[in-house]
C-alpha cells in the first residue's frame, strides 16, 4: 500500500512569490492534516481536514496561507506571498479517522527555502 | 499546561547500551501518550504508544514507561544498535485534541 505522497519534496523560491504544496493522503483515510516543521523542532498542527472539511484551522496564518482539501482526498497548501520565516518542512499526514489515538501517517515533507 | 517538555535534546549512547528520553507533561486530561522516530528526510512514524491506564508498554526493544503521578513517560531502547540514530519525539492528546509534540531528541548511536 502507498503512504502519504507529498510534492515538490523541495522548492527554492523567492520571498513574496506563491508556493504551493500538495499531498496525496492513503486511500480510505479521512483525516488529513498539515504540520510546520522547523529544524530541530517537533511538528505544528497548521490544518486539520475530516473528509473536506476545515475542522481545525485555528494555528494557519490566514493572512498569506490557504489550504483546500478537494473531494475530501487530495490536498493543497499555499503560501502567498512567502516571507522568509516560512523556510520549514511542510508535512502532510493522514489517518483513518480523527480519533486522538488513530495512528497519523507522514509523508516525506516538502523542503520550503525562502531566499 | 499544554506543553510536553522532552530531554535530553541530544544523546550519544554506544552500541549495545539503553537508551533513555524523557518527556513530562501539565494537562492531566491527556490520555494517550505515543512516540514517533523520525530519519533524515523523512516524515516521523509511530514507533510505539501508550494510555494512562498501564505503566509499563514493551515492543521489541522499545519501552515506554508512564508515571501517571509524576505525570512523566519516557522511551527506553534496550540494546541500541546504530539503525536506531534518528530523532525521537514524544507526543500527547486527548479526546479529539491535536498532538502536542516534544522538542525532539537526537539520538546517535556509536558503533
Known amino acids: 500500500e502507498a503512504g502519504v505522497v507529498q510534492s515538490p519534496r523541495y522548492k527554492i523560491i523567492e520571498k513574496k512569490q506563491p508556493v504551493a504544496f500538495w499531498c496525496n493522503p492513503i486511500s480510505g483515510h479521512n483525516t488529513l492534516y498539515w504540520y510546520l516543521q522547523n529544524l530541530g523542532q517537533g511538528p505544528e498542527l497548521l490544518i486539520r481536514y475530516e473528509n473536506e472539511e476545515a475542522v481545525d484551522d485555528s494555528q494557519l496564518p490566514k493572512d498569506r496561507f490557504s489550504a483546500e482539501r478537494l473531494k475530501g482526498v487530495d490536498s493543497t497548501l499555499k503560501i502567498q506571498p512567502a516571507e522568509l520565516g516560512d523556510s520549514a518542512v511542510y508535512l502532510c499526514a493522514s ?7 488513530d495512528t497519523q501517517y507522514f509523508g516525506p515533507g516538502t523542503r520550503l527555502t525562502v531566499l | ?22 518527556c513530562a507533561y501539565e494537562n492531566t486530561a491527556f490520555d494517550y501518550f505515543p512516540w514517533y522516530q523520525q530519519f533524515p528526510g523523512k516524515g516521523p512514524a509511530l514507533l510505539i504508544a501508550i494510555r494512562p491506564d498501564v505503566s509499563e508498554k514493551k515492543e521489541g526493544r522499545f519501552t515506554i514507561s508512564f508515571n501517571k503521578s509524576a505525570k512523566q513517560f519516557s522511551l527506553h531502547i534496550m540494546d541500541s544498535q546504530p539503525g536506531d540514530s534518528a530523532t525521537y519525539f514524544c507526543a500527547a492528546s486527548y479526546s479529539n485534541y491535536q498532538l502536542i509534540w516534544g522538542a525532539g531528541t537526537k539520538l546517535i548511536i556509536k558503533p
Open chain 2, 1 to 22: 499546561q499544554q506543553q510536553v517538555k522532552q530531554s535530553p535534546q541530544s544523546l550519544i549512547v554506544q552500541k549495545g547500551g539503553i537508551s533513555i528520553i524523557n
Open chain 1, 95 to 101: 489517518s483513518l479517522t480523527s480519533g486522538n489515538t
